[in-house]
């Protein structure tokens, strides 16, 4: 399964490392790929991609000792799992025109409440908040996974999903009116 891998690797010795590390470790990492894309082939083909990742920088991955390079393959399983669940057909791209992205109207109920926020303060304000909402606001919003998705990946219910966006969202929510109530002594509300 990794011969591509391999076979981009210089030396015989890493290619054997590499190797035995692959057999030792590939069930752990199908089962993290399989979690995320939820199809075999799929999960298969990103077990491939990152190991063809590892290959291509060799050095980071061989500097590592074995317990940190399961954690270092993890990762990059992880976010190939990710990538390839953010491009499927489930959930299409495409590219945006900049007038797409941000149109000055001012019938734009996000174009007046993020007036006066900067795109660093929301960022901040979103790492301000407790890890677990944080998790879910990144699952459910960025990666667009949907909230039985978002439990499986978090090991949690369904309802603590729920829970944990409502408040994310309340914390934003209440973020948003008080830094726009503060500016220019303007209040705007934010209906839910």
């Given at each position: ?118 795109h660093n303060e929301i960022l901040s304000f979103i790492k301000s908040l407790p890890e677990l909402q944080q998790n879910v606001l990144i699952l459910v919003c960025l990666s667009e996974l949907s909230i039985s998705e978002t439990a499986q990946v978090l090991k949690v219910s369904r309802n603590v999903v729920y829970q944990r966006l409502h408040l994310a969202r309340k914390a934003i ?20």
């Amino acid at each position: 399964m990794i011969s591509a891998a391999l076979a981009i690797l210089e030396t015989d010795e890493q290619r054997n490392e590499l190797s035995v590390f692959y057999e030792k470790n590939k069930s752990r990492f199908y089962a993290i790929a399989l979690g995320y894309l939820h199809n075999q082939e799929r999960a298969e083909d990103a077990v491939q991609e990152a190991f063809l990742e590892i290959a291509n920088k060799p050095d980071t991955f061989f500097s590592l000792n074995d317990k940190k390079r399961i954690y270092y393959l993890y990762a990059v399983v992880k976010n190939v799992s990710v990538d390839m669940l953010n491009k499927s057909e489930k959930f299409p791209t495409e590219e945006l025109s900049d007038d797409a992205v941000y149109r000055n109207d001012d019938n734009l109920i996000e174009n007046t409440l993020f007036d006066n926020i900067s795109h660093n303060e929301i960022l901040s304000f979103i790492k301000s908040l407790p890890e677990l909402q944080q998790n879910v606001l990144i699952l459910v919003c960025l990666s667009e996974l949907s909230i039985s998705e978002t439990a499986q990946v978090l090991k949690v219910s369904r309802n603590v999903v729920y829970q944990r966006l409502h408040l994310a969202r309340k914390a934003i929510k209440k973020f948003i009116e008080e830094r726009n109530k503060n500016d220019d002594g303007k209040r705007i509300e934010i209906n839910s």
